[in-house]
C-alpha cells in the first residue's frame, strides 16, 4: 500500500514545485483534481488534452520524481437541476476520462451528484427521512429517473475509453452517501461503480469504517482510499446529533470537525482500518485529504505523513507459517 496525497492544498504552488514538495515529505502517488469544486490548478484537462507535448512534459514531471498518479478527481454534480452548473459538471467529467485514458489512469474519483425535487427546480435535494410519504416519491424519482439513467450511460462512456473504476466519494448532501447507496447504485449500473473510500464522512454519520470497509471490500467495490479524519465531539452531539450546518470554523460550537489523521479517532483507528483494507484485499494508495481547521497545511500534512508511515504494510503477506 502506498501513500499518496490530494494535491489540491498545494494549489498555490507551481506544479513541480508542488511535485518536489510532497515527494520531499514522502509521497508516492498524487491524486489530481480536473476541475470542478477542487479546481484544475495542477492538472488542467483542456491544457493536456490539446496539447500532446504539454502531456508528455507533465508526465515526464511525474514520473522523473518516481511519482504515479492514483486518481483524477472531477468532484462535482452532474445531476444538479441548474441546468448550467450541471453540464459544467458534466463537462468536467467527460474530460477527466479522456485524460485518464491518455494518462493511463484505472480511478476517476468523484462525487454520484445531486438532483432537485422536480425537473425544474433550482437547488439539489438530499432527502433524509422516510417520513412524510412525498419524500419516498421524490427519492424513488431521483434515483429511477436521473441518477441510475445517467450513470448508466456514463459508465458505458468511460469503458469506451479504458475506465473501468468510477470511483464516488460517500458524501452526505449526495445521493451516494454511505455503503449502502453505493451498493444500490453499483447494482443498477455494473461493477465499474466502487467507492473512494473516505472515513471522515462515515465517521460522523455513526458508521463504524472497519465495518463499511468489510462490507464494501466483500463486493471488491474499493477503488481509492482518502485518508481524512474527523473528530465528533460528544458533548454537541448528545445535545444536537450529527447533524449540523454551522460553518466549519466554528469548531467549538460543531458536533464534528475534520481532523490530520490521528487528531479524530487516534492511531489505533487507523491501524484498523488499514488492517481491514489489506484483509479485504485492497493494495493500492492512501491518499490524504488535509482540511484540518487547527493545523498549517504543511504541519497537518506532515503528521499525517508521519503517522501513516508507521502504519502502512509495506511489504507482502508473509506465507501462514503457525497454521
Not at 489512469?105 to 432527502?127: E, I, L, M, Q, T
Not at 471522515?200 to 465495518?211: A, F, K, R, T
Not at 508511515?309 to 507459517?321: C, G, H, P, T
Request: net charge negative; glycine share 8%; with cysteine.
Amino acid at each position: 500500500m502506498n501513500l499518496g496525497v490530494f494535491t489540491v492544498l498545494y494549489q498555490d504552488l507551481p506544479f513541480e514545485e508542488m511535485l518536489d514538495k510532497v515527494r520531499e515529505m514522502g509521497i508516492e502517488a498524487i491524486e489530481l483534481g480536473t476541475g470542478n469544486y477542487p479546481g484544475n490548478k495542477h492538472c488542467n484537462p483542456d491544457e493536456l488534452l490539446e496539447n500532446s507535448m504539454k502531456l508528455k512534459e507533465f508526465q515526464r514531471a511525474i514520473e522523473s520524481r518516481g511519482l504515479t498518479i492514483s486518481g483524477l478527481s472531477f468532484h462535482g454534480n452532474p445531476l444538479h437541476p441548474d441546468k448550467k452548473f450541471a453540464a459544467e459538471s458534466h463537462d468536467v467529467w467527460r474530460k477527466t476520462v479522456l485524460l485518464a485514458e491518455r494518462l493511463e489512469v484505472s480511478v476517476v474519483n468523484g462525487f454520484s451528484g445531486c438532483p432537485g425535487d422536480h425537473p425544474n427546480a433550482k437547488y439539489p435535494n438530499w432527502v433524509t427521512c422516510s417520513w412524510p410519504p412525498e419524500y419516498m416519491e421524490l427519492l424513488e424519482w431521483q434515483w429511477n429517473e436521473v441518477t441510475i439513467p445517467y450513470w448508466r450511460e456514463e459508465a458505458k462512456f468511460a469503458k469506451l475509453h479504458g475506465v473501468n473504476k468510477i470511483a464516488f466519494e460517500m458524501h452526505p448532501g449526495f445521493i451516494v452517501y454511505n455503503p449502502e447507496t453505493l451498493l444500490k447504485l453499483r447494482e443498477n449500473v455494473g461493477p465499474s461503480i466502487g467507492a473512494n473510500f473516505d472515513p471522515s464522512h462515515l465517521i460522523w454519520q455513526g458508521i463504524d469504517p472497519v465495518e463499511a470497509i468489510k462490507k464494501l471490500g466483500r463486493e471488491n467495490a474499493i477503488f481509492h482510499v482518502h485518508a481524512k479524519d474527523t473528530y465528533l465531539d460528544q458533548a454537541n452531539i448528545q445535545v444536537n446529533g450529527v447533524l449540523d450546518t454551522k460553518h466549519y470554523s466554528k469548531i467549538l460550537d460543531r458536533s464534528w470537525t475534520f481532523r490530520s489523521v490521528g487528531y479524530g479517532q487516534g492511531e489505533k483507528v487507523w491501524k484498523d482500518i488499514v488492517s481491514a483494507l489489506r484483509a479485504a484485499g485492497y493494495d493500492y494508495v492512501l491518499s490524504i485529504e488535509h482540511e484540518d481547521m487547527l493545523a498549517s497545511i504543511d504541519e497537518g500534512l506532515g503528521k499525517a505523513v508521519s503517522l501513516l508511515k508507521q502504519i502502512l504494510f509495506k511489504e507482502e503477506v508473509a506465507e501462514m507459517w503457525w497454521a
